[in-house]
């Protein structure tokens, strides 16, 4: 997706919280739709289940914040619910391995890489407004944790066959 596919921000910033807080309601009538619950709290994981057909969500972000990381969530459903074959042929090795395992540890990644993309290309859909720049960093740094994560286990074996 090409930065002019996504609708500029307005420009007055002093009416940004009311725009967001505005597009919050419209990505739960869209879940609503769905009929796909979403919950917010406050001081909890942005998490989605999708066996419960499930979102929850941090009501200590920042409205735009917590936009994006709606879309995100939003995005981990999409992928398993209106991809379904392609999602259960793609991810089935999540079932089948330990989460210690390489395979487990980069498909997780790269499933959030998608849940990502989805919510970028929802907002599209919807004519959501994204601040590239503040989105891509939000998913950078939500990525980053889970690189870290991933690659903990590796690093965790070299040390150990390091010290033997």
């Known amino acids: 997706m090409k930065d002019q596919d996504i609708l500029p ?14 597009v ?16 917010f709290y406050f001081d909890t994981e942005d998490i989605s289940y999708p066996e419960k057909k499930t979102i929850i969500l941090n009501k200590r972000h920042r409205p735009e914040i917590l936009c994006y990381y709606f879309l995100h969530e939003i995005g981990h459903l999409i992928m398993v ?11 089935k090795p999540l079932e089948e391995h330990s989460t ?6 980069v498909l997780t990644v790269e499933l ?3 849940a990502w993309n989805e919510g970028l290309k929802l907002a599209k859909s919807l004519n959501i407004p994204v ?9 950078a740094s939500s990525l980053a944790t889970y690189m870290v994560w991933a ?8 040390k150990q066959i390091k010290d033997s």
């Not at 619910?81 to 991810?91: L, N, W």
């Open 9 to 22: 921000l307005p420009s007055n910033n002093s009416n940004n919280d009311a725009i967001w807080n505005k």
């Open 24 to 39: 919050i309601v419209q990505l739960q009538d869209y879940t609503k739709l769905r009929k796909w619950k979403t919950y």
């Open 81 to 91: 619910f209106d991809d379904k074959e392609d999602y259960k042929a793609k991810y």
């Open 100 to 105: 210690n395992s390489q395979i487990y540890r």
């Open 112 to 114: 959030e890489i998608c």
């Open 131 to 139: 601040n590239q720049t503040k989105f891509n960093e939000l998913k």
């Open 151 to 158: 690659m903990s286990r590796k690093m965790q074996l070299k």
